[in-house]
């Protein structure tokens, strides 16, 4: 089986790859194995026991979460596979958001990551407070001309035509 959105191979551990971990976590979710070649072939660990005890309580420290790592076996060498659900919030690693998209993982900055968060939030930018931002700003023929329209469509009772826009 070859690497894709949701699986991803590595010959050894490297606190790198913690970072892989949290673009799946904010993606749809993968498995890592530690051991295994790009073709996922089973290459082995050395140290796949102190992995085993290691590689959890990096990954909390790093990003707060809590994934599944196991100690795997084939034909006498031993592998770790790491098993991360999707989360419904943004997962950031060390204060970086990474993203899984094809067979990559991506860091998400500036638009990109605000349109992530607001998208895990279930925010759309148009529900977004304006600082600053005051009744004084808004044009009242605007708002004139949507309670006509609104009225028209009966969203709104036309007694309400006739009430201030404050």
Same mark, same amino acid.
């Given at each position: 089986m070859s690497e894709n959105q949701n699986i991803e191979w590595k010959r050894k551990w490297d606190?790198?790859?913690l970072?892989?971990?949290?673009?799946?976590a904010n993606a749809q979710g993968g498995k890592l194995y530690i051991g295994c070649d790009d073709n996922g072939n089973v290459v082995g660990l050395q140290? @796949?026991?102190? %992995? %085993?005890?290691d590689i959890p309580n990096k990954i909390r420290d790093a990003m707060g979460i809590v994934v599944e790592v196991n100690l795997l076996?084939?034909?006498?060498?031993?592998y770790i596979e790491i098993v991360v659900p999707p989360y419904p919030i943004g997962i950031s690693c060390k204060g970086v958001y990474h993203y899984r998209s094809g067979s990559t993982?991506?860091? %998400?900055?500036?638009? @990109?990551l605000e349109t992530f968060l607001m998208r895990k939030r279930g925010v759309t930018w148009d529900n977004m407070p304006y600082p600053a931002f005051t009744i004084k700003? #808004?044009?009242?023929? #605007? #708002?004139?001309?949507?309670?006509? %329209? @609104? @009225?028209?469509?009966g969203r709104i009772d036309e007694g309400l035509l006739e009430e201030s826009i404050e």
């Open positions: 606190n790198e790859y970072g892989w971990i949290c673009g799946f140290n @796949a026991r102190k %992995l %085993l005890e076996e084939k034909d006498g060498e031993k993982k991506q860091i %998400l900055s500036g638009p @990109a700003d #808004v044009d009242d023929g #605007v #708002v004139d001309y949507f309670r006509k %329209l @609104a @009225a028209k469509k």
